[in-house]
């Protein structure tokens, strides 16, 4: 891997270019590279010290530049990626959105006014919430079971919806709790619900939010 880095540096001043046919190989956990703003990064190493966790995966091998932008602080963002991990550039790279206006950083910068740093998770009555959730989502699994009448549909389906809503979007949105298991766990409760979460991360975060407003990828 480390061979690989170094004949991935740029040469006398020149970065590297990479086609999107090399890029996309590179998908999968010991082998992960992104793409933010026209530049590659080889994340291999990064992964584990991440503190959003294995996210990182979901993204990998393709254009992250919509997710570093939403889901890290403006001052972050503003500063780039860490350039020790960049290896190079994308040939011909054509962004889906122009990064240019103000509009974005207008709308983060009050956003993030509003919400102080220490109330953006491990908010203990997001906890207490989801505690109370997940009780009655089993006992009305259990009512369901037993008398699968009308009345224990309803209220069984209308937990369902509680815990999609309030743990599992937060969980698979990274935004639950600072610890990386907990947020996990709470993003796994949607195949707790007969579903997915790993398709869910994957089509909504970068299918969703990765493309939002744009006719012809988000559809």
């Known amino acids: 891997m480390k061979n690989a880095q170094e ?19 590179h998908d999968k956990p010991g082998d992960c590279w992104i793409v933010v703003h026209g530049k590659v990064y080889d994340l291999t190493n990064f992964v584990a010290s991440h ?11 393709g254009d992250c530049t919509s ?17 020790k991990y960049c290896i190079g550039e994308v040939r011909n790279y054509q962004s889906f959105y122009s990064w240019d206006g103000s509009f974005f950083k ?8 509003k919400i102080p740093k220490a109330k953006r998770r491990n908010e203990i ?7 109370v959730l997940l009780v009655l989502y089993f006992f009305g699994l259990y009512s369901y079971m037993v ?21 599992m979007h937060d969980g698979n949105h990274g935004a639950f709790s600072s610890n990386k298991v907990l947020t996990y766990i709470a993003g796994y409760t949607l195949d707790l619900l007969g579903s997915t979460s790993v ?9 969703h939010h990765g493309c939002v407003n744009h006719f012809e990828l988000d559809r």
């Open 7 to 25: 004949k991935s540096k740029k040469v006398a001043g020149t970065p590297r270019l990479f086609t999107w046919a090399e890029i996309i190989k």
């Open 51 to 61: 503190p959003g966790g294995p996210m990182i995966y979901d993204g990998a091998g």
């Open 67 to 83: 997710m570093w932008e939403s889901y890290h602080p403006l001052a972050m963002t503003k500063a780039g990626p860490p350039e």
């Open 106 to 113: 207008t709308v983060k910068e009050r956003v993030e006014a």
């Open 125 to 131: 009555t997001v906890f207490l919430k989801a505690s």
């Open 147 to 167: 008398y699968c009448n009308f009345w224990s549909t309803v209220f069984y389906s209308v937990v369902c919806g509680q815990i999609g809503v309030q743990i």
């Open 199 to 207: 398709v869910y991360r994957r089509s909504h975060n970068f299918g």
